[in-house]
């Protein structure tokens, strides 16, 4: 069974780009009078849509000036600052391919990221100039700049007295914009290639869902590298043209200080956990806020029931992946317990593991088709062409079913990976092949179990062996910080006679996961 989400609301905003660049589509919806304010930070700081074109603009001149072309890649390892987002928006106009890739990732994941994608100009925090010095000096890559959290930065120094861009460069709908890298599934990362088409899509069908009005206001949690935080949550936004308060220190405090100005409220199930402890976080604190959106983690249904009980709003669900970006949205007031139905011009069905449809209320492999499907992965062929089928769905690797109604219900990840409250991915094959590689260390498994807050975090089951003297926790946790993120170590570390496996030699981290879910 194929369901379709049809939504025939429509608002003036929508408007077509005639370049392709959906930057285009972006200004069209600004307001008339650009002195309004656009963005506002935490210090109080605030930069209209005025500033917004004009520092995006020298920023583009500065890429003119670089001799960067249409279509060549920019790697960004930045904090959340409002510059951070204007650069973004300049490489939107100016054509080029933005790519967003996790602070502090060990030095060697960075490398790969470099050697693959082959960017022209690199951007990263003025703390990390030493290191990316060495990287782009030793791979050949010609321009290196740097961008800090308070207007500082060499990037800022060269743009700030250059006259601004006012135009926009036109492209081709399929275009690549943005390429997301996310782990795979030994290891080896992969560059997801996300077209402008791909973004003018996601943001129209979310408005159309979720219709945002010209006096809103997003309060914004989320970092800015990852689908969500960039490209799910700001599109949005800059697509309805209206008000955002980026917070860079989000805590508690802090979030209740902004909250009774917001109309529209982003954050991971964590932030909502930690907002209910607050005392005065009651029905007052939210009563101007129309959506309050969920992000980068499942949403617990206890924490759904208990965050409705203390405030009277409602958490909107959704379903996402790097690769479709937004697929399904429960709207408010819909039924709890799903993601929802597909969002416009999204097709979902369900297959069995031979690729034929299953009727509702089967649990089988989930694939979807439309406009906000990715292009392909970047230099790899032969995956992309393994991930979509023959009539051009593409294989989330999830699994889930449809009921009569096309309400879409998650039921597992048949890829494994594990989803952390910061919107990380975690592949456990990917962290078995290095804690395999410690000297002691025989056979090793590792799996996701949920927690109430922090989404999912990883526990690794281990066989010693005969050269095990002296292996405990924190020497293992030393070995994997020099191979691998922060946020992939395993939170818990179990020694084990044997790894738990069917007698076919299989491992089922799914009853692992039930096993040791209350550890």
Known sequence: ?????????????????????????????????????????????????????????????LLENLGIQSGDRIVVDVGKSAEALFFYIACLRFGVVYVPIRPQMPVAEVE???KDIAPALVVCQPADEVKFSKLTQALEIKHMRTLGLRSDGSLMEESVFLPPRSDTIPVPPDSVACILYTSGTTGQQKGVMLTYKNLIANAEALQQIFPFRSNEILLHTLSLYHLTGLLTSINHALYAGIKIILLARVTPDTIAKFLPRATIFIAAPATYASLLELSDANDSSWQSVRFAFCATAPLHRDLADRFRKHTGRTIVDRYGMSEAMTMAANSIGERSGSVGKAVPSVNIRITDEYGRKLKPGEVGNIEIEGPQVFKGYWNDEQKTKESFRADGFFITGDLGKLDSDGYLSLSGRAKDVIVTASGGNIY???????????????DSVVFGVPHLTLGEYPIALLKKNDHASGLDAKLIISKLKQSISAYKLPKKFLFVDEIPKSQAGKISRKLLSERYKNL
């Open 112 to 114: 790969y990221i470099l």
């Open 1 to 61: 069974m194929v369901f379709r989400f049809f939504n025939f609301l429509r608002t003036e905003k929508r408007r077509p780009s005639e370049s392709g660049n959906c930057y285009g589509v972006f200004q069209a919806n600004f307001p008339v009078d650009r002195s309004k304010v656009f963005l506002e930070l935490e210090n109080g700081e605030q930069y209209s849509f005025n500033d917004l074109e004009r520092i995006s603009g020298r920023f583009m001149h």
């Open 428 to 442: 456990p094959q990917e962290v078995e092949r290095h804690l395999n590689a410690i000297e002691g260390i025989e």
